[in-house]
């Protein structure tokens, strides 16, 4: 089985200061890993995401992710936030097991990203 | 091209009123998914389709149906509605052996 979790329900940062937000998963076999974006009352926007290579992935507006296999974390990073980065994050894995996952994703329960002016 | 459609964007029904999501999507992909997001829960998957005329329980399928006739279409419906089932759904198709997945923009569902 697949899991994701984001610890932190809320993050605040001021503008100009850099962001993280935590993702941690479990799956039995190679992960590919997502995040994804959601402002008010809008869809999903897909930031970027880790399939193999680098282990820092370069996504939309900035952000970027650091894919760390031993401690099986993919944090959302931005060197410097924008009050217009405020929104909802969603960290995703999907199983790589030899096909049988069908594609099916598993979320964490999402955090709050609150920018300050 | 308009990549993964749902109708309808928003609804308010009565418990016990039934519905029918749709979820159209014309990038030819052959599976598709229905997810519904509440507040501290995520996207949990509901039921999937790996192709025309197959469909699977997700994590959450109770009160919920769904078809695939054709390729390009995914319904889910509710028979019986209930408050409980109140919830933002979200729709996905993804190509086999791709992996990144596109998502509808969602439909907003209020059960009174």
Known sequence: AQSVAQPEDQVNVAEGNPLTVKCTYSVSGNPYLFWYVQYPNRGLQFLLKYITGDNLVKGSYGFEAEFNKSQTSFHLKKPSALVSDSALYFCAVRDDAGGTSYGKLTFGQGTILTVHP | ?112
């Not at chain 2, 928003?10 to 992909?29: E, I, Y």
């Not at chain 2, 389709?49 to 997700?58: I, M, P, R």
């Open chain 2, 1 to 112: 091209n308009a990549g993964v459609t749902q109708t309808p964007k928003f609804r308010v029904l009565k418990t016990g009123q039934s519905m029918t999501l749709l979820c159209a999507q014309d990038m030819n992909h052959e599976y598709m998914y229905w997810y519904r997001q509440d507040p501290g829960m995520g996207l949990r998957l509901i039921h999937y389709s790996v192709g025309e005329g197959t469909t699977a329980k997700g994590e959450v399928p109770d009160g919920y149906n769904v078809s695939r006739l054709k390729k390009q279409n995914f319904l889910l419906g509710l028979e019986s509605a209930a408050p409980s089932q109140t919830s933002v759904y979200f729709c996905a198709s993804i190509r086999v052996g791709a992996r990144e997945a596109f998502f509808g923009q969602g439909t907003r569902l209020t059960v009174v």
